[in-house]
């Protein structure tokens, strides 16, 4: 893996700005392409991307001086901060800190860039651009509700209704579809959950943090990842025990967020039970009722709490192969028959994935660095 320094970077803004304002190819950006491309594993070739350099100077005057009162959200390794820029446009300027290596700030800072440089589709979080000066930073669009996270499990606010609930669920699933496979490349996230899933003023889920996200070239099946990286309660066993990483990945993260939009419960509960673990003998046995968050009080739609608890339960599978795709989650999702038999495993199946709901209990017996991810970096929350 390639590390660009400082410099490098500055260099490579530099000649990103000059190239906004004439519209000319420098001489010398052909060798930092190619070292970008390297550091992003990108085996396509690099297409100019559409956000913009920022000045230090329009950041920190969007956000008052990155003061307390603007910072809305801070993880392990970014705090951030609301801003206005003077067009009256909302943003949020993520700033990586300095609780992490330079070599680690450049590689996420780089990562984050080449992942979501390009993305756009109306359920991902649009980059806006970056800023170098002063330091390393990323600009979003701002998310005025902040995240589905922050919203579920706050007890001081009103439980969501179901309508919403369904409307999270499918704009989620649209996105994650679109990183699958509707991108110029293939994303592997990584980091599907409620924190990372934002929400606009009228309730459009946003998917965010890209901090993990990973290329796959159209040739790879998948990645081999080490150490490994994620959240607790969202580990697809076949990444937790082999290291192991594609877009199936994403679907048993993608599983566990439909468990919790269902129950309102948190993916990893105060006995440390995961709720993937909880939900799984209630789906087996046919008792979604059970699954429904009784403070919605009945009130929701029952033809849709069953597409979406299949679709779950088929998302949850131990095993990637009887996983289905994205595309497949969203036909259940959003069709009104749902083809059981199409996706009966044999019996013999059904006793080997009986084997593997106990791997999650083995996290908690292991260092926590070995598995743990930083916590809304990028999720915000309304002022």
Request: include cysteine; hydrophobic fraction near 35%; charged fraction near 30%.
């Amino acid at each position: 893996m390639k590390y660009i320094r400082t410099n490098s970077l500055k260099r490579l803004f530099s000649l990103k700005r000059r190239s906004l304002e004439d519209q000319e190819q420098p001489k010398d950006d052909n060798n930092i392409i190619e070292t970008l491309e390297n550091h992003m594993e990108i085996s396509e070739p690099f297409q100019k991307p559409i956000w913009k350099c920022f000045s230090f100077k329009e950041i920190s005057l969007a956000t008052n001086g990155f003061t307390p009162e603007n910072l809305v959200g801070k993880g392990g390794y970014a705090e951030v901060y609301r801003g206005v820029l003077s067009s009256g446009e909302e943003i949020a300027v993520k700033r990586l800190t300095k609780t992490s290596s330079d070599e680690r700030k450049e590689k996420d800072f780089l990562t984050e860039i080449g992942t979501v440089g390009h993305v756009r589709h109306r359920n991902v979080l649009s980059l806006l651009g970056c800023c170098i000066d002063n330091g390393l930073y990323l600009v979003f669009q701002f998310s005025s509700r902040g995240s589905v996270a922050s919203l579920f499990h706050d007890e001081n606010l009103r439980p969501m209704e179901w309508k919403m609930r369904y409307k999270i669920a499918v704009g989620t699933a649209r996105g994650l579809n679109y990183l699958h496979k509707g991108c110029q490349r293939r994303i592997i996230h990584r980091d599907i959950k409620s924190s990372n899933i934002l929400l606009t003023a009228d309730f459009e889920p946003l998917i965010s943090d890209f901090g993990l996200a990973k290329w796959l070239p159209s040739q790879w099946t998948h990645h081999s990842i080490a150490p490994i990286e994620g959240t607790f309660g969202h580990l697809a066993p076949e990444y937790y025990m082999h290291g192991i990483v594609d877009e199936k990945t994403d679907v048993f993260a993608f599983g566990v967020f439909l468990l919790e939009i269902i129950s309102g419960r948190k993916p990893v509960d105060a006995s440390h039970q995961s709720l993937h673990s909880w939900a799984k003998p209630i789906l087996k046995q046919g008792e979604i009722e059970k699954l429904i968050d009784p403070k919605l009080g009945g009130a929701y739609d029952a033809s849709q709490l069953k597409r979406l608890a299949f679709a779950a339960s088929l998302c949850i599978r131990a095993a990637p192969k009887w996983r289905p795709t994205i595309t497949k989650v969203l036909e259940v999702m959003e069709e009104g028959e749902i083809e059981e038999e199409k996706w009966k495993m044999p019996e013999e199946e059904e006793e080997d994935q009986d084997e593997f709901w106990g791997f999650e209990d083995l996290e908690y017996e292991c260092d926590s660095s070995f598995s743990i991810s930083p916590q809304d970096s990028i999720s915000t929350r309304s002022s």
